[in-house]
């Protein structure tokens, strides 16, 4: 079973920039695709973004063009660099991979 930890959360005003990083436990990590969620309060998960082993990407409607997620496999890290945040962007910011997720890191966009 995978292991992941998220960190690279924090407060942050809108328009900035934070980067989320997802560091994975493992021998399979690279061998498999990765993907972030988000979860608002008062609201369901929603998925953000997925890279698969070969590095291709998808996004949500509500963040292509700011987020961009990336992986290292050779530090079993995967990234999500997110720009031009907006408070809509407040979450608790999950990995998934493989039926595991990692334990969250709290985004909060606001002045």
């Known amino acids: 079973q995978v292991q992941l930890v998220e960190s690279g959360g924090g407060l942050v005003q809108p328009g900035g920039s934070l980067r989320l990083s997802c560091a994975g436990s493992g021998s399979i990590f690279s061998a498999y695709g990765l993907a972030w969620y988000r979860q608002a309060p008062g609201k369901q998960r929603e998925w953000v973004a997925k890279?698969?082993?070969?590095?291709?990407?998808n996004y949500a409607d509500s963040v292509k063009g700011r987020f961009t997620i990336s992986r290292n496999n050779g530090k079993n890290t995967v990234y999500l660099q997110m720009n031009s945040l907006k408070p809509e962007d407040t979450a608790v910011y999950y990995c998934?991979?493989?039926?595991?997720w990692g334990q969250g890191t709290q985004v909060t966009v606001s002045s």
């Open positions: 998934y991979q493989l039926g595991s």
């Open positions: 890279i698969t082993s070969g590095s291709s990407t």
